[in-house]
Nanobody
Framework: QVQLVESGGGSVQPGGSLRLSCAASGSTAIVRISPMGWYRQAPGKERELVATITNIGRTTYADSVKGRFTISRTNFANIMGLQMNNLKPEDTAVYYC?????????WGRGTQVTVSS
């Protein structure tokens, strides 16, 4: 089993920055070989992919966040990060950490990000 805990959410003004972290515990050997990602869900909307990173550091981003968000991971520390710059009101959502393991997906409980003036 894998446990994921997100942190770093909060409220910022448009144009501001936040850094999210996801700490993995439990079967971390599974985490180290698995792709990880950040998803988000805004009120009344479906959960959507924000960014992914493979175990060797290859990344993908949603078009809406390219050039503003950067995903990273530190395998030895079992931590994944998401640096979010130039935040916009439409980035407001609950952000979830995900691990795509061979035995199924694992999710954190999410952290709220609110961008408002």
């Amino acid at each position: 089993q894998v446990q994921l805990v997100e942190s770093g959410g909060g409220s910022v003004q448009p144009g501001g920055s936040l850094r999210l972290s996801c700490a993995a515990s439990g079967s971390t050997a599974i985490v180290r070989i698995s792709p990880m990602g950040w998803y988000r869900q805004a009120p009344g909307k479906e959960r959507e992919l924000v960014a992914t990173i493979t175990n060797i550091g290859r990344t993908t981003y949603a078009d809406s966040v390219k050039g503003r968000f950067t995903i990273s991971r530190t395998n030895f520390a079992n931590i994944m990060g998401l640096q979010m710059n130039n935040l916009k009101p439409e980035d407001t959502a609950v952000y979830y950490c995900n691990v795509q393991a061979v035995n199924g997906d694992y999710w954190g409980r999410g952290t709220q990000v609110t961008v408002s003036s």
